[in-house]
């Protein structure tokens, strides 16, 4: 079975959407802006803003950064719901 081109990019901006989504909300739960999140995370603020527009993939480095800061499972970003206990 293969996968077409069209198949593998709709699937991207779904899971991209998905990352978008959570993000914002998991970083307004933690009641922390961009900015913060940023700063705590090592990334820039723009990014930040890139990824929750939709507008940019984060890295496995950057997903890592961004949970560790709101405490979370990398796995929550990408919809999976677990959160990590600390």
Sequence with gaps: MTIS??????KSE???KLVASELRKLRI???MSQDELAQRAGIDRKT???IE????SPTLDTITRLSLVLKIAPGALLGSGRSAKK
Excluded: C, P, V, Y
């Design 5 to 10: 081109a069209k198949t593998l990019k709709s």
């Design 14 to 16: 779904a899971q991209q």
């Design 29 to 31: 739960k933690a009641e």
């Design 48 to 50: 930040i803003n890139r």
């Design 53 to 56: 527009n939709g507008h940019f």
